[in-house]
């Protein structure tokens, strides 16, 4: 068994400090704007400690003012914000749907009404959709099938008016609806899944699931379907791109971690199985979320809506003393498919149904602005080099 010492993930602020090389203010600036999460000290409730990952981070940066190149490579890994939007924001540890509370909106509102909210439109009517899924095939398999159908015979996003793609964002939806909650098209979306996985019950959570996971400013796969749409291509090809994006283990899937998580402590104990992963994959993805210091409301908001497992529970209590960080939206849809057993992939499919709709949103604002997304790549052997142009030793070969 590795032990791992918990504490050596926090630092005290003169440590900080040391590696950072910096004044305390610009230590505490960092704080404030999300960029290191502080925790009360244990031991002395007048400290705080400060998590090393994030202050190792940001010492790796140059102090001073840095050359545009080092800026751009910066942002792309959880950097400032270098992409101007009107859909959603994260500040002071909260999301916002265009300027209103996300959470606030999934007390009542539906995935539906949350599309015409961030697609600025009145009103959004979803459809039938074409096709379906086949009764063995995988929906999230039904899905990427049903939009690669219609990439080739779908206009083009660019040069078209907002009303219009705003009216293809609507049919796109409906395909991938038909995929991922297929039958009873005269339901709300939240009741189509939860019939049929004939989970009646769970339809008020899924509801308030799909609202809080339908955008989040500009994550890997919205940046993904941004990138897409703005080479002109179809709001469906931008949607496949956000979907294919969404699979990874470190997005979409990472509701996996939670779940082989908790299968392992229902063998050696909750504690035994934090520190198993802490010390197998140096982070425990369900828990702590880099945007949100003092804990991802998401998950809070969620959690707070039914009784998850006792398992669950226990683990969101441990994982909170042990790593100082509180469960995150992948422990909650983990926890909400394991009390409602649903099936093994319900996770990934609502996060698929609820984030195409923050997808189609980028594609379209993205749309709107009639530019390119191609950013430079800075030329080196390992994808490093320190300068702007290649090493006259780099080989030479024939193209």
């Given amino acids: 068994m590795v032990l791992i010492n918990m504490n050596s993930l926090w630092v005290t602020a003169e440590e900080a400090l040391a590696r950072l090389k910096t004044k305390p203010q610009t230590l505490y600036a960092n704080v404030s704007r999300g960029r290191i999460r502080a925790r009360p000290d244990p031991d002395d409730s007048r400290r705080s400690l400060y998590r090393l990952s994030d202050v190792e981070r940001l010492a790796e940066r ?90 080739p015979g779908d206009l083009p996003s660019s040069g078209r008016s907002i009303p219009a793609l705003k009216l293809e964002a609507a049919s796109v939806l409906a395909t991938v609806a038909g995929a991922l909650a297929p039958g009873g098209h005269d339901l709300p979306l939240h009741q189509r899944l939860a019939k049929g996985w004939d989970q009646h019950e769970a339809a008020e959570i899924i509801r308030k699931v799909l609202v809080l996971g339908a955008e989040h400013e500009l994550n890997v796969s919205a940046f993904a379907a941004r990138v897409t749409a703005s080479s002109g291509a179809a709001l469906s090809a931008a949607v496949l791109s956000g979907l294919a994006t969404l699979t990874g283990p470190k997005h979409g899937g990472a509701w996996l971690g939670a779940s082989r998580l908790a299968e392992h402590a229902s063998r050696v104990g909750v504690r035994e199985a934090i520190r198993d992963m802490l010390a197998s994959e140096s982070m425990v993805r369900p828990f702590g979320h880099t945007l949100y210091p003092d804990g991802d409301p998401r998950a809070k908001a969620i959690l707070s809506s039914f009784d998850p497992p006792p398992l669950y529970a226990e683990l969101a209590a441990a994982g909170e003393d042990l790593l100082g960080e509180p469960a995150n939206l992948d422990f909650a849809l983990a926890a909400l498919a394991a009390r409602f057993a649903l099936p093994q992939d319900a996770p990934l499919v609502i996060f698929a149904l609820s984030r195409t709709v923050g997808w189609l949103a980028h594609a379209m604002e993205q749309a709107a602005t009639g530019e390119i997304i191609r950013p430079r790549a800075r030329y080196g052997a390992s994808g490093e080099a320190d300068d702007d142009q290649p090493s006259s030793a780099a080989p030479r070969r024939r193209l």
């Fill in 62 to 151: 140059h102090v001073g003012r840095k050359a545009s190149a080092d800026v751009a490579a910066e942002a792309i890994h959880w950097g400032e914000p270098v992409m101007p939007t009107s859909i959603s924001a994260i500040s002071d540890g909260e999301l916002f749907y265009r300027g209103r509370s996300a959470v606030e909106l999934s007390g009542k509102f539906g995935l539906e009404d949350i599309a015409a909210l961030l697609w600025d439109t009145e009103r959004v009517v979803i459809g039938p959709g074409s096709g379906g899924h086949a009764p063995e095939e995988a929906r999230i398999a039904a899905a990427f099938r049903l939009l690669a159908a219609r990439v």
